[in-house]
Each structure stands twice: as C-alpha cells, then as structure tokens.
C-alpha cells in the first residue's frame, strides 16, 4: 500500500535566517536535502515531489543529481515568496504525476527525518483509515504528515491566509497521532541549528 502514498517535500523558503540556501548545505556524504529525500525513498516512497521557489536554479540542479538514485523531481512554486508553506503545498497536491491514496507533506531542511518514522505514518494511515496521520513528540506536532486524498480538495480551496496548522486544526477529530522521536520537531533554520545538528 506504501507505493500509493506520494511526498511533497517543501523546498520554496528564501533561507533568509541561514543566510544562504539551506537545502544546499552539506549533511554527511549527501546535503540537507539530499539526505531528506533519500529518507523517504529508503521508506519505499515511489513518487517525491520537491517544490522550489528560492535559489530555484541551484536546488533544481541538486534534484537532478539525485534523480539518477531516487524517485524524485520537482515543480516550481511561482508564489513563493507570497502563498507560504500551503502555497506550496497546493502546488504540490496539483502536480503529482501518480494517483496516490495520500500525500506525506514534508521539509526540504528536515534531514533528520528517519525512514522508520515515514513508514509507521504509512503504515497508521493504512491501519486506521484516518484522513490525516501526523507524528508528535512531547505534545507537538511535527513533519512529515500525512493527507489523505479526499482532503486535498478542500486543501487546494483554501484562502491564500490560511495556514497548514489551521487546517490540521480543523480537522483535529479526524487525526490519528504517531508517537516518533525528536527528530520530527527538527528542522534547519539558522546557522546555529545548523552546527548543532550537523553528523
């Protein structure tokens, strides 16, 4: 059931706070985002989106690079700088190839996220039925999280102010909850969470 469950990684954010494209940043062998698409294709992901915005040319050509091992491509979101983080989800939903049941919504800069903790959000989905699977740690919700098809509608109707968190807000009875560790919290904001963070 995993081959019908598609990710969209967010990859558009203009990196102001790090002071240079984030996704481009070395992470052991591989880079930021590197490393995070090779966690969601190590889970059995068949199908990853990378939507762009910033620094389009350089992450466009990082994709490439790692087409030649893994099922990724991208789209550019061209309201980046204005639609935020469901701007590009919506650009996302409306340019997956494949007919999956759900999409894992993801982040470019979250090379932390284990392949483990993207295969029990697939696997909670399946088990349960739920329309929305998101993971926690400590009471917060984190990334990635995971939409089911009949939402993406309502998803793509949105007002360009509406925000992810309201939406999950809605929908708060309908989620089911996988507990994960730490790492679903973590993404890559300064240079500070970078050189603590960094293997």
């Known amino acids: 059931m995993i081959e019908r469950i598609s990710a ?13 494209p984030k996704l481009l940043l070395p ?14 294709a190590e889970a059995g992901i068949q199908e990853i989106l ?29 309201e980046y700088a204005r639609g935020g983080m469901l701007g590009s989800i919506r650009c996302g939903i409306g340019a997956l190839d494949r007919q999956p049941r759900a999409a894992l919504i993801g982040l ?25 699977v998101v ?9 990635p999280w995971l939409a089911a098809r009949p939402l993406w ?17 809605a929908h708060a009875a309908e989620v089911t909850y996988v507990p994960a560790d730490e790492s679903v919290l973590q993404d890559l904001d300064t240079p500070e969470d970078y050189a603590a963070r960094r293997p």
């Open 108 to 132: 470019g800069d979250q090379p932390q996220v284990r392949s483990d903790t993207v295969q029990r959000i697939c696997r909670a989905f399946v088990k349960s039925g739920s329309s929305l």
């Open 8 to 20: 969209i990684l967010l990859a558009a954010g203009e990196s102001r706070r790090m002071g240079q």
């Open 27 to 40: 992470w052991g062998s591989s880079s930021v985002l590197g490393q995070a698409v090779a966690a969601f």
């Open 153 to 169: 509608e309502e998803m793509l109707s949105l007002p360009a102010s509406a925000t992810a968190r309201q939406f999950i807000a």
């Open 135 to 143: 993971p926690s740690f400590g009471g917060r919700r984190g990334h």
């Open 50 to 78: 990378v939507v762009t915005g910033a620094a389009r040319q350089e992450v466009e050509a990082l994709a490439v690079s790692l087409a030649r091992d893994y099922p990724v491509r991208t789209v550019f979101n061209p």
